[in-house]
């Protein structure tokens, strides 16, 4: 045994190929708590190590061991020095490429085993080779064998708090070897094992040398050290003794050949993933993860249910502008410019009959009107109200249903019956609640009617406006043959032509103008549509709707940053367990995607909830009677809209989690975090 610092010996193979391990003035030192002093764990340490060697790295604590494991297995890089594997400069490699050679070359054995308590043994083991892209069957058929070979087959389906300390170290061996584990570094595995245990590990471990795998101990136990075939001892960071390298007439080792999962086995590990990840989420941090699926699920809530009313309203007062406001209709009345000379024209019955046989042309209402004084005969008070005399039609084509009686026939009309429908204002204003109008007379410009029907309240709809219901509930109709024989001989006539399609109002409207052109002269009338006042109306709703949209947005919103809250301290309370993961072979974009899986599955199961309690809330809504509209697409897009917003506000602190110093995660003080 050389007594000093040993400079780098070579094993006998050194003159054919290079050391499996080749380390050159390596020193690694750390800033202090204060970011000032520097402390060296390493300093300049040349090693080398041939493959299949059994090496223990003796020292008191403090003196290195550890840190010089964590440069060895990639998990730390050298602050001065070269390290070089297999020939291979490690030092110019990046943090995928660190993480690639760890799950090819390396397995770790830690003193506290480092197995994730929300896994089963088996799912442990196959953790590197889940993160080396291996198919699911495949790892978990060599999983099983490993534990199998370690006398833990019964055990593979227990979690690590269900197993002794010196089945978890057992599983901990199985995990280093998934991969093949060509070289294993074994940071005080006995520290936590009885004396029985302690030395079954330390003989597996030289099984395992014998078996042609490279195994390095870092130890302060004698008794371990002596079962290595070379000792390197360490005092304050430096090779202090080094005993020559013994490679004994080891057997090749095998790599594992372990099949690519195929590109249809990808989908069902995503899906897989995102399962687990809810399910994990969801029995070890049942507190946090009910937290954002509250949240999130109170976003989604607000936001359907926002849009079931509005839209709803939309939906009913858009009707109702349609069919009371003339969205589908062209008003022909008589006279042109207000400086024109030249006679209005005066419309006919032969004017409508030529109306309809245009395109588009659905129906053709002749009407005429003003405002008269109406009484009930021989009682009450007066009431100056608007009368309408038009077609019989006019029912049909406002779907205004009536309270009482019937409404007037062409028939009426032809025989100039003097029969009234009076809306809603008009008999409450004519006659007391107690009284049937049905049949009794009314006097309407001095001359009797009889009245036939009394027309139900009209309502706007559920965004409708007092002006339309005052409108139509102050209003007398009569047959228009009667009216213009009785009351509005000289007055103006006014023509409605209702469209078939209102998407092409204008372009009839076009057509009627040269029609009446040619009968009547130009200037003679004058056309209306209420195409303008219809689309600011409607562009009102569209604001109104927006607006709603919005505030169900910022419920949503208010959704992610609870989402947010909940990975900062996820991240925080998981650093060991992204230390473990990172050891195993996991990249920076793993552990990324661990976060963010999580973050869309519990994102997603909250707007799931949302989903469903909007969908009770608006059945309810319904029941009182309030009109509700949900379009599907408008429920996908909430949905899709959460899980988005809640894997936006984790990327953060996923990208932290991501990019932690693996060696600092997986200290204690680190894991406390």
Same mark, same amino acid.
């Given at each position: 045994?050389?007594?000093?610092?040993?400079?780098?010996?070579?094993?006998?193979?050194?003159?054919?190929?290079?050391?499996?391990?080749?380390? *050159?003035?390596?020193?690694?030192?750390?800033?202090?708590?204060? !970011?000032?002093?520097?402390?060296?764990?390493?300093?300049?340490?040349?090693?080398?190590?041939? #493959? !299949?060697?059994?090496?223990?790295?003796?020292?008191?604590?403090?003196?290195?061991?550890?840190?010089?494991?964590?440069?060895?297995?990639?998990?730390?890089?050298?602050?001065?020095?070269?390290?070089?594997?297999?020939?291979?400069?490690?030092?110019?490699?990046?943090?995928?490429? +660190?993480?690639?050679?760890?799950?090819? *070359?390396?397995?770790?054995?830690?003193?506290?085993?480092?197995?994730?308590?929300?896994?089963?043994?088996?799912?442990?083991?196959?953790?590197?080779?889940?993160?080396?892209?291996?198919? +699911?069957?495949?790892?978990?058929?060599?999983?099983?064998?490993?534990?199998?070979?370690?006398?833990?087959?019964?055990?593979?389906?227990?979690?690590?708090?269900?197993?002794?300390?010196?089945?978890?170290?057992?599983? @901990?061996?199985?995990?280093?070897?998934?991969?093949?584990?060509?070289?294993?570094?074994?940071?005080?595995?006995?520290?936590?094992?009885?004396?029985?245990?302690?030395?079954?590990?330390?003989?597996?471990?030289?099984?395992?040398?014998?078996?042609?795998?490279?195994?390095?101990?870092?130890?302060?136990?004698?008794?371990?050290?002596?079962?290595? *075939?070379?000792?390197?001892?360490?005092?304050?960071?430096?090779?202090?003794?080094?005993?020559?390298?013994? /490679? @004994?007439?080891?057997? %090749?080792?095998?790599?594992?050949?372990?099949?690519?999962?195929?590109?249809?086995?990808?989908?069902?590990?995503?899906?897989?993933?995102?399962?687990? @990840?809810?399910?994990?989420?969801?029995?070890?941090?049942?507190?946090?993860?009910?937290?954002?699926?509250?949240?999130?699920?109170?976003?989604?809530?607000?936001? /359907?249910?926002?849009?079931?009313?509005?839209?709803?309203?939309?939906?009913?007062?858009?009707?109702?502008?349609?069919?009371?406001?003339?969205?589908?209709?062209?008003?022909?009345?008589?006279?042109?410019?207000?400086?024109?000379?030249?006679?209005?024209?005066?419309?006919?019955?032969?004017?409508?009959?030529?109306?309809?046989?245009?395109?588009?042309?659905?129906?053709?209402?002749?009407?005429?009107?003003?405002?008269?004084?109406?009484?009930?005969?021989?009682?009450?008070?007066?009431?100056? %109200?608007?009368?309408?005399?038009?077609?019989?039609?006019?029912?049909?084509?406002?779907?205004?249903?009536?309270?009482?009686? *019937?409404?007037?026939?062409?028939?009426?009309?032809?025989?100039?019956?003097? /029969?009234?429908?009076?809306?809603?204002?008009?008999?409450?204003?004519?006659?007391?609640?107690?009284?049937?109008?049905?049949?009794?007379?009314?006097?309407?410009?001095?001359?009797?009617?009889?009245?036939?029907?009394?027309?139900?309240?009209?309502?706007?709809?559920?965004? !409708?406006?007092?002006?339309?219901?005052?409108?139509?509930?102050?209003?007398?109709?009569?047959?228009?043959?009667?009216?213009?024989?009785?009351?509005?001989?000289?007055?103006?006539?006014?023509?409605?032509?209702?469209?078939?399609?209102?998407?092409?109002?204008?372009?009839?409207?076009?057509?009627?103008?040269?029609?009446?052109?040619?009968?009547?002269?130009?200037?003679?009338?004058?056309?209306?549509?209420?195409?303008?006042?219809?689309?600011?109306?409607?562009? /009102?709703?569209?604001?109104?709707? #927006?607006?709603?949209?919005?505030?169900?947005?910022?419920?949503?919103?208010?959704?992610?940053?609870? =989402?947010?809250?909940?990975?900062?301290?996820?991240?925080?309370?998981?650093?060991?367990?992204?230390?473990?993961?990172?050891?195993?072979?996991?990249?920076? +974009?793993?552990?990324?995607?661990?976060?963010?899986?999580?973050?869309?599955?519990?994102?997603?199961?909250?707007?799931?909830?949302?989903?469903?309690?909007?969908?009770? %809330?608006?059945?309810?809504?319904?029941?009182?009677?309030?009109?509700?509209?949900?379009?599907?697409?408008? =429920?996908?897009?909430?949905?899709?809209?959460?899980?988005?917003?809640?894997?936006?506000?984790?990327?953060?602190?996923?990208?932290?989690?991501?990019?932690?110093?693996?060696?600092?995660?997986?200290?204690?003080?680190?894991?406390?975090?």
């Amino acid at each position: 045994m050389t007594q000093g610092r040993a400079s780098g010996a070579t094993p006998p193979s050194a003159g054919t190929a290079p050391p499996l391990i080749a380390l *050159a003035g390596v020193s690694r030192a750390f800033a202090d708590a204060d !970011g000032g002093t520097r402390v060296e764990a390493l300093a300049d340490v040349s090693l080398t190590i041939g #493959a !299949g060697e059994f090496v223990a790295i003796v020292g008191a604590s403090g003196s290195g061991k550890s840190t010089l494991l964590n440069i060895l297995g990639c998990l730390d890089r050298p602050s001065d020095g070269a390290y070089r594997f297999n020939g291979d400069d490690v030092g110019g490699l990046d943090a995928d490429a +660190r993480a690639r050679l760890r799950r090819e *070359a390396f397995g770790f054995v830690f003193q506290d085993y480092c197995l994730l308590d929300a896994l089963t043994a088996r799912e442990n083991v196959e953790l590197p080779a889940k993160y080396a892209g291996v198919g +699911r069957a495949a790892r978990a058929e060599r999983a099983t064998r490993l534990l199998e070979s370690l006398g833990l087959a019964a055990r593979a389906g227990h979690r690590p708090p269900e197993l002794s300390g010196g089945e978890q170290q057992r599983v @901990a061996i199985a995990r280093a070897l998934m991969n093949g584990g060509r070289v294993i570094l074994a940071d005080e595995p006995t520290g936590a094992l009885d004396t029985a245990a302690g030395e079954d590990l330390v003989q597996r471990l030289g099984a395992l040398a014998a078996a042609g795998h490279t195994v390095v101990v870092a130890t302060h136990d004698a008794k371990v050290a002596a079962k290595a *075939a070379r000792r390197v001892v360490l005092r304050d960071g430096r090779v202090v003794e080094e005993s020559a390298p013994q /490679v @004994a007439a080891h057997p %090749t080792l095998t790599q594992p050949a372990l099949p690519a999962r195929r590109a249809w086995e990808r989908g069902g590990d995503l899906a897989r993933d995102a399962w687990g @990840a809810l399910a994990a989420a969801w029995r070890h941090r049942r507190l946090g993860t009910t937290l954002s699926a509250t949240s999130v699920a109170i976003g989604v809530w607000s936001l /359907v249910v926002l849009l079931g009313v509005t839209g709803g309203g939309l939906r009913d007062g858009l009707e109702s502008a349609i069919l009371h406001m003339g969205a589908d209709t062209i008003h022909v009345g008589r006279g042109g410019q207000a400086s024109s000379a030249v006679e209005p024209a005066r419309f006919d019955l032969a004017d409508a009959a030529a109306i309809r046989a245009l395109p588009n042309v659905s129906a053709v209402e002749m009407r005429t009107g003003g405002r008269l004084m109406v009484q009930r005969a021989g009682a009450g008070e007066p009431l100056e %109200t608007f009368v309408t005399a038009t077609d019989a039609n006019v029912s049909e084509r406002r779907d205004w249903p009536l309270r009482r009686g *019937a409404f007037y026939t062409a028939d009426d009309g032809a025989a100039l019956a003097p /029969v009234a429908v009076i809306g809603s204002t008009v008999r409450d204003a004519l006659f007391s609640p107690n009284d049937d109008p049905i049949g009794e007379q009314i006097l309407v410009g001095g001359q009797p009617f009889v009245v036939k029907g009394v027309l139900a309240p009209y309502e706007a709809g559920f965004l !409708g406006t007092q002006s339309l219901d005052s409108v139509y509930n102050d209003n007398v109709y009569l047959p228009f043959g009667t009216g213009l024989a009785l009351l509005f001989g000289g007055s103006s006539l006014n023509i409605d032509v209702r469209v078939a399609a209102p998407e092409r109002l204008e372009a009839t409207a076009r057509r009627l103008h040269s029609l009446l052109a040619g009968r009547h002269g130009l200037d003679t009338f004058h056309l209306r549509t209420s195409s303008g006042s219809m689309n600011e109306w409607a562009e /009102v709703q569209r604001v109104m709707r #927006a607006a709603w949209a919005t505030a169900g947005g910022i419920a949503v919103l208010l959704g992610g940053f609870g =989402v947010l809250a909940v990975t900062v301290i996820s991240v925080r309370a998981r650093r060991r367990e992204i230390g473990i993961r990172v050891a195993a072979g996991a990249r920076r +974009r793993d552990i990324l995607g661990q976060f963010l899986w999580e973050a869309a599955a519990v994102s997603l199961a909250g707007a799931l909830l949302g989903a469903i309690g909007s969908a009770a %809330t608006l059945y309810a809504i319904s029941r009182i009677p309030a009109p509700v509209a949900v379009s599907p697409l408008h =429920v996908l897009a909430a949905l899709a809209g959460a899980t988005a917003v809640g894997v936006l506000f984790s990327l953060l602190p996923a990208l932290r989690a991501a990019r932690l110093d693996p060696v600092a995660a997986l200290s204690d003080a680190a894991g406390d975090g």
